[in-house]
């Protein structure tokens, strides 16, 4: 029986009823709408009406977590026999009514098996500002270009301040589409800034905003500028420093406690810094469970993690884990395996605990909200440097503050810190709302599938078909219309006439001016009174033929100067004397009668250049001119140029043939992977070929594995000689990858990191986890993680690889790694 329709027993929200009226009418939709205020039951609509009229759905995720989280609570919703989930090495009921999956299962069946889509009614594309992703966003655009015209898309994101651009380019590429736009908060949101007093412990909430201003008490509590200049030196500070502090994290839970504000998330940007608030909260004996609440707790953890044995709980830390479970405390980062994670997930959604100290990675559609929510710091390491969060960042991490049907209100704490003021607090409480924008570009495996399926005519148009080059128009037209009323300010032609200006030749021949000299420019005469330099720019003063002195504008010339003739220097010369200017006045009209008609700018006509002299206005607006036409051109074409270069050169190595993919391209055809040029290129080499299955695993590990920390000088280890000499071959592929990338104008891809062969080979071997964390200092959930990727890379090889033999070994590679705490079909609630 197909599920009901939301709504029929319980009031629905306007932007909920109008995205529900939209579908009803045969549209897509884009809803943007803040984290928890109910996204979702405009998905459930559109898939209840789907399979109320004897049709199917399909709803996809960024990542396969969030793939296997929607397909439980889909199937609680709809029934488990009406819900299947596909994410590339997971595959339950895949005929299923509807069927949950990963953008690029989606993305691979619409190139591969397009046929299956052709009772699909509509495709739910949850967080789909992940379009910005800059390697997976380009898949959310191929999906919605090339999806078949009667399936509606119901794309739900964040909210974003464009959503009606996303709506009007997926109206132009694929059918009518319309947005709605919901800026209010299902729960109210109340922002405290927290600032603790050293002498005396007292901690303070301060409001951020007051009537909807920043709080002027807040600055009370900035550092001073000597403060801040000390800091930005790294010079030691001064014993008599400033009164406040940041709240320590006991004080904070807590407060929270006392003012009856837990359950809470706090947003530490570090894995090691969550680890250790956990720690600090289990010495300080805080306990925030009861006996009941314990009871529970250990039945769930009994639940879910039973099946591990007890070598596997030693390498994980159970007992630690658990122990701080049982007193309502927990870390949420991808270092942890995810069968932990999703047990806090569980244990927090359920109420039985009241502090997560959480990474960021926690705001990627994970239903947990909380009644508060901590913000430790506004800066976070990039992997570079330290930076401010974005607004977007800020009100990701905030939109988990509040439960509907369950608060009144929300709390955004953000802790005062040394590295930041109040203001940098106030404006970022103030922000609502990020611009969605667009990350697509060709890659190997889009050009190959388009080669394979369009003519390059419709390839180049489905290219420019991209949300990339949607926002690429819009933003020059926007551009030219600048442009124009700038060139209109200053009497310069339209576009249509405007050159290219080499303006270091210009710069370079008016530093070689001397006083005297009597010049062309930019069609008009003039003669030089004095030229010098200041701050690195020639300053060039001139008198024309009716005594108006002048300093020439670089900016404003069309063409470098050219010297006609020489004026006699009155001695000794004074370039301001108005007598001696008077002379070489008359000595220049007697030259402009001589040299008339003798030089035009061969830029353009002498009637259309406006006068080339210094104005500071004028100024200001050439150069703001030069930097939007410079803009524009970075964005013309951009596109299609990258398109060529990637046609080029898979031509130039063998995937391409006069617009036919060759049998080499149909090895790159059926490879989805970040090096997937480096991976053929290796595969048809023979670099993989007759290895064992644990070695076969141990060499992809190099094509997945990016260390977090800093290169070390260790020697790689590798189980043989013969598979050092295969990876130092797979490691030639790529930098000659990367020459060519740079030949052709491409981004060049990463270099490939032996440091995980040692773990893979050990594991896909049958070794224990004890260990092998033990031996790599690795978290369990960095280990995981690269297991699970080698085993989709393996998946891959076993499908495309010339060699029988060598896809054999791929399979049984997949079969070895897919074990224990690695395997998902075991570590299943």
Not at 160 to 170: G, P
Not at 251 to 258: F, G, N, P, S
Request: glycine share 8%.
């Amino acid at each position: 029986m197909p599920p009901q329709r939301p709504g029929a027993d319980f009031a629905l929200d306007p932007f909920q009823q109008e995205s529900m009226a939209h579908l009803d009418e045969g549209r897509s939709v884009v809803v943007s709408a803040p984290t928890g205020s109910g996204k979702t039951l405009v998905a459930e609509h559109a898939l209840a009406a789907a399979l109320q009229g004897g049709r199917r759905g399909v709803y996809t995720t960024p990542i396969k977590a969030l793939s296997n989280q929607k397909f439980r609570d889909l199937g609680e919703w709809a029934g488990v026999d009406n819900v299947g989930l596909l994410t590339g090495d997971n595959s339950i009921n895949g005929d299923a009514a509807i069927v949950v999956m990963t953008t690029e299962v989606l993305r691979n069946m619409l190139y591969s098996e397009p046929e299956r889509l052709s009772d699909t009614d509509v495709v739910v594309m949850d967080e789909v500002h992940y379009l910005q992703d800059t390697f997976r966003g380009p898949v959310w655009e191929e999906v919605i270009i090339h999806l078949p015209s009667h399936i509606r898309v119901v794309a739900l994101s964040a909210t974003v301040s464009n959503a009606d651009e996303l709506a009007a380019w997926i109206t132009e590429v694929h059918g009518p589409c319309h947005a709605v736009t919901e800026t209010k908060r299902p729960v109210r949101l109340h922002n405290s800034f927290i600032v603790s007093e050293k002498s005396s412990d007292r901690l303070h909430v301060v409001p951020t905003m007051k009537k909807g201003r920043p709080n002027p008490e807040g600055r009370r509590f900035d550092p001073s500028d000597r403060d801040r200049r000390r800091r930005s030196r790294h010079a030691p500070a001064p014993k008599q420093r400033r009164p406040w502090r940041t709240t320590r994290r006991v004080e904070v839970v807590a407060e929270l406690d006392r003012r009856g504000l837990l359950p809470a998330i706090t947003f530490i940007f570090s894995r090691a810094g969550c680890d250790d608030a956990v720690q600090q909260l289990r010495n300080s004996h805080i306990d925030l469970t009861s006996d009941n609440e314990r009871t529970r707790i250990d039945a769930i953890v009994e639940r879910r993690t039973g099946h591990l044995d007890d070598r596997d709980r030693v390498a994980l830390g159970h007992a630690a884990w658990a122990a701080g479970l049982r007193r309502g405390i927990a870390a949420h980062h991808a270092g942890m395996v995810p069968l932990y994670k999703e047990t806090v997930e569980e244990l927090f959604i359920q109420g039985l605990l009241k502090c997560v100290f959480a990474t960021e990675t926690l705001a990627l559609g994970i239903n947990m909200p909380a009644r508060t929510v901590i913000i430790e710091r506004l800066t976070k390491f990039t992997g570079e440097r330290h930076e401010l969060l974005t607004p977007s960042d800020f009100t990701q991490l905030t939109g988990r503050a509040g439960r509907r049907g369950l608060d009144d209100v929300g709390h955004a704490w953000v802790l005062w810190s040394p590295f930041t003021t109040f203001d940098d607090v106030s404006s970022l409480a103030r922000s609502t709302a990020f611009e969605l924008r667009s990350a697509f570009r060709p890659t190997y495996n889009m050009t190959c599938h388009l080669v394979d399926r369009f003519t390059r005519k419709h390839a180049l148009e489905l290219v420019k078909d991209s949300f990339g080059q949607f926002q690429a128009d819009r933003l020059v037209l926007e551009l030219e219309a600048r442009a124009d009323s700038l060139r209109r300010q200053l009497g310069e032609p339209d576009e249509a006439t405007s050159i290219d200006v080499d303006r270091g030749e210009i710069e370079k021949a008016l530093g070689s001016l001397k006083p005297g000299d009597i010049i062309d420019a930019s069609g008009r005469t003039v003669v030089v009174l004095s030229s010098t330099w200041r701050r690195r720019e020639a300053r060039v003063k001139v008198v024309d033929r009716d005594g108006e002195e002048h300093q020439l504008d670089v900016e404003a010339l069309s063409d470098a100067p050219v010297v006609v003739g020489q004026a006699r220097l009155p001695e000794p010369f004074n370039p301001t004397s108005r007598s001696h200017q008077h002379d070489l006045v008359g000595q220049l009209r007697n030259t402009r009668r001589r040299s008339k008609g003798k030089r035009k700018s061969p830029n353009r006509p002498s009637d259309l250049q406006p006068a080339p002299w210094t104005n500071e206005r004028n100024r200001n607006v050439r150069r703001e001119l030069r930097r939007i036409e410079a803009r524009m051109a970075e964005r013309k074409g951009r596109l299609d140029e990258r398109f060529a270069s990637v046609v080029g050169l898979l031509t130039e190595t063998g995937y391409i043939h006069e617009w036919t993919l060759t049998e080499r391209g149909t090895v790159l055809l059926g490879t989805f992977h970040e090096l997937d040029l480096v991976l053929v290129q290796s595969l048809l080499a023979g670099h993989l070929d007759g290895q064992d299955a644990p070695t076969l695993a141990g060499l992809v590990s190099c094509f997945v594995h990016e260390p977090r920390g800093r290169d070390t000088d260790d020697e790689p280890w590798f189980p043989s000689e013969k598979a050092r000499l295969a990876h130092e071959g797979i490691q030639a592929h790529a930098r000659e990858v990367r020459r060519l990338e740079s030949a052709y104008g491409l981004p060049e891809c990463r270099l490939l990191d032996p440091g995980l062969v040692g773990a893979t080979h050990g594991w896909a071997a049958g070794g224990d986890l004890g260990d092998i964390l033990a031996d790599e200092d690795l978290s369990g959930g960095d280990f995981v993680r690269t297991m699970k990727q080698v085993v989709d890379l393996c998946s891959q090889i076993a499908r495309v690889a010339p060699l029988a033999d060598t896809r054999r070994t791929a399979h049984q590679a997949v079969e070895q790694i897919q074990r224990g705490i690695v395997d998902e079909r075991s570590t299943a609630p």
